[in-house]
């Protein structure tokens, strides 16, 4: 029990190795923890205890007293790992770690912790905050861009003309689709900020991508035979994940396809990260996330049908494909 209570420690340290960029001290082999401090213009004696503690958890090791080796675990928390998580450590430890000292007070009413906190909704404040927006679209890259190749190979997206990406984020999973299935027209649909941030982050992709700002809770391009939502209807409540169906409804061709790329919640009690998300999501946007069942029912009263589920092998993420209502 005292290990699971003291799961804060672990969290804090392991951002503050992030923020500090540890790992990158230590990609040559092992050093001595003075040296490690020097570099960076930190106390030594803290720094080895800092790094003697982490070295419990796997994320370095002490091969000979006082010098220390970055692990496998640890190097995707420094900056120039390929898998690297870094930005996710950090983010998560930082502003919206915050949030989880005020679960009290969000399971005893109906509020946004965030809003509160913060004085204005998440995707607003991140508008206002371009550093922090910065480091949120660089952990949702860490997070679900391995689930892009996954979902590619999973769906035959061959047989749409028109693909819209609602809420597409940064073009990655267009991109993925445009090139195993070329030959289709793509539209992102965004924040004006976010499409921004591809021209300037991404300018290659706008070459064979459509990209389109607006808010979907108002309007969505319309014509597409193939809507996407990706990681988009568990950032919100129910009342607003109607709002945005009901938009794509409006905007769909009739025989269009709605692609719903979640982790649907297990109805049993097997393991995994989704009933602890669900948690994250109702303190930092007021979503949720769903059920198979649930994702049933909130597409039936907009007017949808769930078809069917795909499977991808990806273990965290499925597409729940939906039809009109007949």
Request: net charge negative; proline share 6%.
């Amino acid at each position: 029990m005292l290990q699971l209570i003291s799961g804060l420690w672990i969290s804090n340290a392991i951002g503050t190795f992030a923020r500090l960029d540890l790992a990158s001290t230590l990609e040559g082999g092992a050093v001595h923890f003075a040296t490690i401090a020097s570099a960076h213009g930190l106390v030594p004696d803290r720094v080895c205890r800092l790094l003697r503690a982490l070295s419990t958890i796997g994320i370095v090791s002490e091969p000979v007293r006082g010098q220390f080796a970055i692990t496998p675990l640890g190097r995707v928390l420094g900056s120039r790992s390929p898998d690297s998580m870094r930005s996710t450590a950090m983010l998560l430890t930082e502003a919206f770690a915050a949030l989880w000292g005020n679960i009290d007070a969000a399971i005893a009413s109906d509020d946004n912790p965030f809003d509160r906190m913060f004085g204005k909704q998440l995707f607003s404040w991140l508008a206002d905050n371009p550093q922090q927006a910065t480091l949120f679209q660089r952990m949702i890259e860490e997070v679900h861009g391995p689930e892009t190749p996954a979902i590619v190979a999973a769906y035959d997206f061959s047989h749409f003309t028109h693909i819209v990406d609602v809420g597409g984020g940064n073009g990655s999973l267009l991109a993925a689709i445009l090139s195993s299935f070329p030959g289709r027209k793509a539209t992102l649909y965004e924040l004006p900020e976010a499409v921004a941030a591809v021209g300037r982050d991404h300018p290659d992709r706008l070459a064979a991508i459509t990209a389109v700002t607006g808010d979907f809770f108002e309007s969505v391009p319309a014509s597409g035979d193939a809507y996407l939502l990706r990681h988009v209807l568990h950032d919100f409540g129910d009342k607003e994940c109607l709002r945005i169906l009901a938009n794509v409804r409006e905007a769909m061709l009739p025989h269009a396809r709605i692609l719903i790329i979640e982790a649907p919640l297990p109805v049993d009690d097997s393991p995994g990260p989704g009933r602890w998300l669900d948690l994250h999501m109702m303190l930092l946007s007021g979503g949720r996330e769903r059920t198979t069942e649930e994702y049933s029912i909130l597409l039936g009263k907009a007017g949808l049908r769930l078809d069917r589920i795909v499977p991808t092998r990806h273990p965290a993420i499925a597409i729940l494909e939906a039809v009109a209502s007949a």
